[in-house]
């Protein structure tokens, strides 16, 4: 049994290289089916956020492993064109084991994320798992490695603080332009991207800011509603952006466009009133050119900007960080303690024919007695004491 993880994140790599590993829907399906098709690898699947692209993978054969690490370096990094990227090794992490296992559950729970505790990994932890299965990239080892994963981080959101203050890249987004402007009352915000996930939580908080007027961008007049059906916002055509950005305060783009959606060139015919403005990209790869900034005073946000907010935030979650990665432990033991059974499964039915057939000859009492001696002839002290000691428990 192998599980076998390479990670791309805000641990160890730039946004201009978490840029190039921000995959398609469609070329996450293509890595994910290329992979299997190897005898190595028996089931594979992607994880891609904002803040880390991830590929995981399983192989029957422990001797398989370090050839599936090889294979998914390659494949990753072709994907992503970044085979001749210079040191790139620098910026991917490997994960097998329990190491592997321990990731993903802390993964889950948002105990890697940038923002200790944030809410939408979970969601994209589902919806990875849920497109790996539509592809048939994953088995049994996968699904119910992501399943039992999930539970986990089910159960420290219920049973802990870490989510009960909602902290976000969206929230940090909002806060970031109230601390630049002062206030967002009487403010014009345009949201840009609203029917993805970021965006769509992005302005899920807007609306519950007082003061400011609300902008969303749509594409072929999708509609765009909230859980509790607020529409105290106008909805403006996305081609029509560019003639709304001068009389905005505050800009978001959460976009899922390998291009600029904002350049600095259109940005700055667009511009004719000389006021403080607040750019925000919370896009991989990034939605808003960057050289926008020498356009008179503008404040500038891409996702990395909040590392500093996220560390404060972090720091005053540790306590709840710590109880949380405890009772993770004992969902990873419990997934631990599966593959084992699993991966045992033909030597248990070998066991119960040997045992059947004792039974039919010479009792259960005889069947039962030779199990037990072999359990003695055949175990060091200290793993015997912790067999009996369960047994005790039962």
Not at 76 to 93: G, P, T, W
Not at 126 to 154: C, P
Not at 182 to 200: D, H, P, S, Y
Request: net charge negative; aromatic share 10%.
């Amino acid at each position: 049994m192998s599980i076998q993880i390479i990670s791309i994140s805000h641990r160890v790599a730039p946004l201009h290289i978490r840029e190039k590993f921000a995959f398609t829907t469609e070329q996450q399906l293509a890595l994910m089916k290329r992979l299997t098709e190897y005898p190595e690898v028996d089931e594979s699947l992607i994880l891609s956020t904002c803040n880390r692209t991830e590929l995981y993978a399983y192989s029957a054969d422990p001797a398989n492993r370090r050839e599936a690490f090889h294979l998914m370096e390659k494949e990753l990094l072709e994907m992503a064109d970044a085979q001749d990227e210079e040191d790139i090794s620098d910026y991917v992490l490997f994960f097998h084991g329990d190491r592997a296992i321990s990731h993903l559950f802390r993964v889950a729970a948002g105990l890697d994320s940038m923002v200790v505790g944030e809410d939408q990994i979970l969601g994209q932890v589902k919806s990875a798992h849920t497109l790996a299965i539509s592809a048939g990239t994953t088995g049994v080892y996968l699904n119910t490695f992501f399943r039992d994963a999930v539970t986990g981080a089910k159960k420290v959101k219920t049973s802990t603080d870490l989510s009960k203050t909602s902290v976000s890249t969206a929230t940090l987004a909002i806060k970031a332009a109230e601390d630049a402007l002062g206030t967002l009352k009487g403010k014009k915000v345009m949201v840009i991207g609203a029917t993805g996930k970021i965006g769509g939580i992005v302005l899920m908080n807007l609306v519950r800011v007082k003061g400011p007027e609300i902008y969303v961008t749509t594409r072929g007049n999708k509609v765009i509603t909230l859980k509790h059906g607020e529409k105290n916002f106008t909805v403006i055509e996305y081609e029509d952006r560019y003639d709304y950005i001068d009389e905005m305060d505050v800009i978001i783009s959460s976009t899922s466009s390998p291009h600029y959606v904002l350049t600095y060139n259109k940005v700055k015919n667009s511009i004719k009133t000389d006021k403080p403005r607040v750019f925000v990209d919370l896009a991989v790869p990034m939605d808003i050119e960057k050289k926008i900034t020498s356009l008179g005073d503008i404040s500038y946000y891409n996702i990395d900007d909040f590392t500093r907010i996220a560390e404060e935030n972090n720091r005053k979650k540790q306590e709840e960080a710590e109880a949380a990665a405890g009772m993770l432990e004992e969902f990873e033991l419990q997934f631990k303690r599966w593959m084992i059974f699993q991966d045992s499964l033909p030597v248990i039915k070998k066991e119960k024919a040997c045992f059947k057939k004792m039974v039919e000859h010479k009792g259960v009492d005889y069947a039962l007695n030779q199990f037990f001696f072999w359990v003695r002839d055949n175990n060091m002290p200290e793993d015997l004491e912790v067999f009996f000691r369960c047994l005790e428990d039962r």
